[in-house]
């Protein structure tokens, strides 16, 4: 059984550009969690995906968008990308919307300048 | 809102000693709480989860009780190893299918 991944580990872009980042999600999971982790602070709710359709949001702009593709891995984009979007982004899968038992992956650092 | 308090980091002790990680939460309900762990270079672990009130959660030496009373979720550990290094994350969620809200972590080191 493989865990949750995610790539790529890390990403260097620069303000104003656009970038998507992956998550697979663990076999036998239909529900996605995207959280965003500031240097120095807990992760913080981006979105959740539950069976493609988005089910619940925190937060974040809409330059903040997701996916997830039938095989439940899930897309996070992020639009006019912002100096404080630099972040190490986590995503996290369970199943059922369960967040109780979710699993995390190891993360994408992105760096914006 | 719903939000976690727990004591600023980072905190180092020697091996062996006892460990207490403070935590506080604010809600409007009756949440469930955990803590989490996050290992250098490593996604965040679940450690252990309480559901209701007076409850301990426990795993790997680890334990910490639901307190309503006083809003708390204390981590402790009555003997710390060098592996016990991470970040550990106090965290809330209203109920199970609802997001889960993180404290700001804290960062712990310990020395052999």
């Known amino acids: 059984e493989t865990g949750v991944t995610q790539s790529p580990t890390h990403l260097i872009k620069t303000r104003g550009q656009q970038v998507t980042l992956r998550c697979s999600s663990q076999s036998g999971h239909n529900t996605v969690s995207w959280y965003q982790q500031a240097l120095g602070q807990g992760p913080q709710f981006i979105f959740q995906y539950y069976r493609e359709e988005e089910n619940g949001r925190g937060n974040f702009p809409p330059r903040f968008s997701g996916l997830q593709f039938p095989n439940y891995s899930s897309e996070l984009n992020v639009n006019a990308l912002e100096l404080d979007d630099s972040a190490l982004y986590l995503c996290?899968?369970?199943?059922?919307?369960?967040?109780?038992?979710?699993?995390f992956g190891p993360g994408t650092r992105l760096t914006v300048t | 809102g719903n939000s976690v308090t727990q004591m600023e980091g980072p905190v180092t002790l020697s091996e062996e000693a006892f460990l207490t990680i403070n935590c506080t939460y604010t809600a409007t309900g009756y949440p469930s709480l955990f803590w989490y762990v996050q290992y250098p270079g490593e996604g965040l672990q679940l450690l252990l989860k309480a559901t209701k009130a007076d409850d301990k959660g426990s795993n790997k030496g680890f334990e910490a009780t639901y307190r309503k009373e006083t809003t708390s979720f204390h981590l402790e550990k009555g003997s710390v190893q060098v592996s016990d290094s991470a970040v550990y994350f106090c965290a809330l969620s209203e109920n199970r299918d609802d997001k889960i809200i993180f404290g700001k972590g804290t960062r712990l080191h310990i020395l052999p």
């Open positions: 996290a899968s369970s199943t059922n919307r369960r967040t109780y038992e979710q699993y």
